[in-house]
Nanobody
C-alpha cells in the first residue's frame, strides 16, 4: 500500500483542520492506521490510531478530546479531525499503516508511511 497525506495548512489557535490520508491498493481495510507527528529535532510522536474496521481508536493524551481519527474503507481513506488547535500542535503529520491485529502506538511497528503534511498553528 502507498499513502498520500493531505490537508495541512496554516491556521490560528482554536481553529479546526481535517487531515486525510488516501491509500492505493485494494487491501486498505486490512491495515491498522495511525497518525503521528514530528517537529524538528524531536522523535516522531504518536497521535492516534484506529483498527481496521474503525471499531477501536486510541489517542495520545495531548490530543484526546480534541482530535478524532476515523476511516472510510470504501474510499481507502483515514481522517484526522483536529479541533481546538494549539500552537504546540504545530508539526509535520504523517499517516502510517500497520498489518498488526490491534492498534498500537509505537512508530516502529508501522511498515508504511505517507510523505507528511505540515500543520502550523499560530497563536
Amino acid at each position: 500500500v502507498q499513502l498520500q497525506a493531505s490537508g495541512g495548512g496554516l491556521v490560528q489557535a482554536g481553529d479546526s483542520l481535517r487531515l486525510s490520508c488516501t491509500a492505493s491498493g485494494r487491501t486498505f481495510s486490512s491495515y491498522v492506521m495511525g497518525w503521528f507527528r514530528q517537529t524538528p529535532g524531536k522523535e516522531r510522536e504518536f497521535v492516534a490510531t484506529i483498527s481496521w474496521d474503525g471499531g477501536s481508536t486510541y489517542y495520545a493524551g495531548s490530543v484526546k478530546g480534541r482530535f478524532t481519527i476515523s476511516r472510510d474503507n470504501a474510499k481507502n481513506t483515514v481522517y484526522l479531525q483536529m479541533n481546538s488547535l494549539k500552537p504546540e500542535d504545530t508539526a509535520v503529520y504523517y499517516c502510517a499503516a500497520d498489518l498488526g491485529l490491534n492498534p498500537r502506538s509505537m512508530p516502529s511497528v508501522y511498515a508504511t508511511w505517507g510523505q507528511g503534511t505540515l500543520v502550523t498553528v499560530s497563536s
